[in-house]
Structure formats: C-alpha cells, structure tokens
C-alpha cells in the first residue's frame, strides 16, 4: 500500500490567483495521477505525471491552466493557475505502483474554494 | 476502458448484505473489475478487484458471472461506516492501472 499526503487540505483563493497542491507519497512510485471532483460530481482525469518527462493531459486540461511538476518517484505538484470560480473542486492526486492489474491509492483531496 | 453500469442509488439495512450490481457488457478478456468507495470528502478507497473468478477480503466478496458481462460487490454485513458512494471501473491499463475513468457510482445509504 501507499500513504499519500496532499497539502494543503482546503483553501479559500481569490480569483485570478494561483494555487499549488503538494502530494507526497511515502514509497517511491512509477506512476502518479492528479484527478479533479467538481461538485457533486465524479471524479475526472486531469493528468498523468511521470517522472523525468511532461506530464500527459487529458482531453479538455492544458498545461498553461494546470501545470504539473514531478521532480522524482515520491512528490508532485498541481498548479490552478488564474483561477475562477468554475475552479472550485476537489483536487486528488493518485498513485499506482506500475505493475499490471494492481490497485491505485488516493489521498485525502484538496478542497479548494475559488471567491 | 469498458463502459460500466451501476444503479445510482441503493438502500440497505444496518447488518444485511449490500449487494450493488454492476454491467459491463463490452469488457474484454484481459481487463479485471474494479471497486472503489468514496466515503463523504474522502478520497476513493479501494475495496477489491477480479478477472473472471469469485474474489473474497476482509472488506468485502466479487461475485463475476460465467460470461463476465455483469458483477457484484457484496458488503457481507453492512454497518453505517459503509454508507458511500461505489465505483465499479473496468480499466484498459495497457501496463499502467493509475489512469481510472469513474462513472457515477451507486450512492449506498446504510439505514439503521
């Protein structure tokens, strides 16, 4: 199993600032995942970040607006850049350990409120 | 991935099984059945996955049918902690199994 730390928890941000999201994982991990949870809604894939190499973005996120750092096998960041309030969500980082057929971990979220 | 289907809601009683049904006509041979839990702002929790056998743990029992199109997780004796909402996923991973596609779930309330 993985333990996954997302700093901060929540936050309140003003429009049209940015906010970076820390996840730190506790064993070291091939692959790592950013998802986003609007509310009352599912969660949706924004990313694939892999270490050593730009992360992968899934249809209808761009780097300019999320962009993500994956400096080695145990941390990353999500950015929120330019926020609005369709921004507000649930941000949740995933890991996986890279083999076929085994089961991915999250942590607890991000709850971000954009005013 | 495969397109799953899954009720949106269920009820069940504090100390019955919940058995939460699942379709996924279109999965093919190599891809397993998956099921996560997302207790209210939590992050998804994995609860248990098969490919065409019966799988059991201390959380909870697969049952796959013969033909693989359908599933069932079964909380053996729901308590309220079990109130959440379920996700059954049947991902392509092509070697990686981060990358999930959730659909909407099956809202499970445990009623006392």
């Known amino acids: 199993s993985a333990v996954i730390s997302q700093k901060p928890s929540r936050d309140i941000c003003q429009r049209g600032t940015s906010l970076t999201i820390q996840c730190q994982v506790d064993?070291?991990?091939?692959?790592m995942f950013w998802y986003r949870q609007q509310p009352g809604q599912s969660l949706t894939l924004i990313a694939t970040?892999?270490?050593?190499?730009?992360?992968?973005?899934e249809s209808g996120f761009v780097i300019d607006k999320f962009p993500i750092s994956r400096p080695n096998l145990t941390f990353s960041t999500l950015t929120v850049s330019n926020m609005s309030p369709e921004d507000s969500s649930i941000y949740l980082c995933s890991v996986a350990p890279g083999l076929p057929n085994t089961e991915a971990f999250f942590g607890q979220g991000t709850r971000l409120t954009v005013v | 991935d495969a397109k799953t289907t899954q009720p949106p809601s269920m009820d069940c009683a504090e100390g019955r099984a919940a058995n939460l049904p699942c379709n996924h006509s279109?999965?093919?041979?190599?891809?397993?059945v998956y099921w996560y839990r997302q207790i209210h702002s939590q992050g998804p929790q994995y609860i248990i996955h098969?490919?065409?056998n019966n799988e059991t743990n201390e959380m909870a029992s697969l049952i796959i049918t013969e033909d693989r199109k359908s599933s069932t997780l079964i909380l053996p004796h729901a308590t309220l902690r079990d109130t959440a909402v379920y996700y059954c996923i049947a991902p392509n991973y092509g070697g990686s199994q981060g990358n999930l596609i959730f659909g909407k779930g099956t809202k499970l309330s445990v009623k006392p």
């Open positions: 064993s070291q991990v091939t692959m």
């Open positions: 098969g490919l065409k």
């Open positions: 279109t999965i093919s041979g190599n891809e397993y």
């Open positions: 970040a892999n270490q050593g190499s730009e992360a992968t973005y």
